[in-house]
């Protein structure tokens, strides 16, 4: 018997996707143990409980989710798999950007997920690069790239609506957190308004910590002529009106390996401004049309700049197909957990 688990607080992006995934599909779905609790070891201790008679589970997994240090998520998981046989969806994978210490710590704790799965799963090709730099070259544990889901979900050309009233805004979405690109925006809309009035929002709330950066970026922006605001947490009901009313989409993190919030623009009809990475050049070969890349920061003011003249460019052409599809990913998966020995 197999189950398909899913760790974590209802707001996190990752729980959000699996959940979601588990809902595409009657085989997940009838699989799914769900372990909610907020508190890393008291997760631990509920998973350990739900997969007793298991003997295969696929567990969608960051180091943060599953442990109070990536070294207790990589104890846990190891624990895991001496009872069951596990399909491992990594998210989050560690990349040397982040820094040396937390970089090292990271990647000994994806090794260690990856030496104790009968397969792992990630939603990108630069993942899977990114995923090997952690790994011995002994490693022999199948890699199966699935991207995320895309599926149109916006409004149709003559159907979108007009931007909000009163000053342009230049949208980030979801959780604000170091490194984010907030500053770079912030720094493109000041540029941009000398000569039309912009400010600069962020669709979501704060990571845990972080609370400081609200402060940081809203006396930057002032510093510089503009504004900054932060929505906080935004149901999941309203953000199709909130994401469509922004007059600007950006998406100015450069090291990101796979991006739900870039998803989130695109298919609800938008086609944010991302500066050019490993990922977001992946994302613009696999599907044409669906994001403006710029190169550093002052292609992102210019790029802003000419979203503002030519709103339409701000939206992704009703012909560009997207994919996969929430239900052919769900397949995907479940495809990979049934493939389990």
Request: aromatic residues 4%; charged residues 20%; negative net charge.
């Amino acid at each position: 018997m197999s189950a398909y688990a899913v760790v974590g607080p209802e707001r996190h992006g990752v729980v959000i996707h699996a959940l979601r995934l588990a809902a595409s599909t009657p085989g997940l779905g009838a699989r799914l143990v769900r372990i909610s609790t907020t508190d890393p070891t008291t997760a631990a201790d509920d998973l350990r409980r739900a997969l007793v008679g298991h003997d295969s589970a696929m567990i969608h997994v960051t180091d943060h989710l599953l442990g109070r240090s990536p070294a207790e998520a990589a104890d846990l998981v190891e624990d895991l798999a001496r009872t069951s046989a596990l399909a491992l969806c990594l998210h989050d994978v560690p990349q040397p950007e982040e820094g040396e210490a937390r970089h090292a710590r990271r990647r000994a704790a994806y090794r260690r997920f990856v030496e104790s799965a009968a397969v792992v799963v990630v939603a990108s090709e630069h993942e899977r690069t990114l995923l090997a730099r952690c790994l011995d070259e002994s490693s022999d544990t199948p890699v199966v790239v699935l991207p995320l889901p895309l599926e149109r979900v916006g409004a149709a050309a003559t159907e979108r609506p007009e931007p909000s009233p009163g000053v342009p805004q230049v949208g980030v979405l979801g959780f604000l957190y170091p490194g984010k690109g907030l500053e770079e925006v912030i720094d493109a809309a000041a540029i941009v308004a000398r000569g039309h009035e912009v400010a600069v929002v962020n669709v979501g709330g704060v990571s845990s910590g972080h609370e400081s950066l609200v402060d940081d970026l809203t006396a930057r922006a002032d510093r510089q002529g503009t504004r900054f605001t932060l929505t906080g947490y935004v149901p999941e009901r309203d953000l199709p009106e909130v994401l469509q009313s922004v007059a600007v989409p950006v998406a100015a993190h450069r090291h990101i390996s796979a991006s739900g919030s870039i998803n989130t623009w695109i298919a609800l009809g938008r086609k944010p401004i991302v500066l050019a990475g490993a990922y977001t050049r992946e994302l613009a070969e696999r599907l044409p049309g669906v994001v403006t890349l710029v190169d550093d920061a002052a292609g992102l003011a210019s790029a802003i700049g000419r979203a503002l003249q030519s709103p339409d460019s701000t939206w992704v052409d009703d012909a560009v197909r997207l994919g996969p599809t929430w239900a052919d990913s769900a397949l995907a998966h479940e495809a990979v957990l049934r493939s389990i020995p």
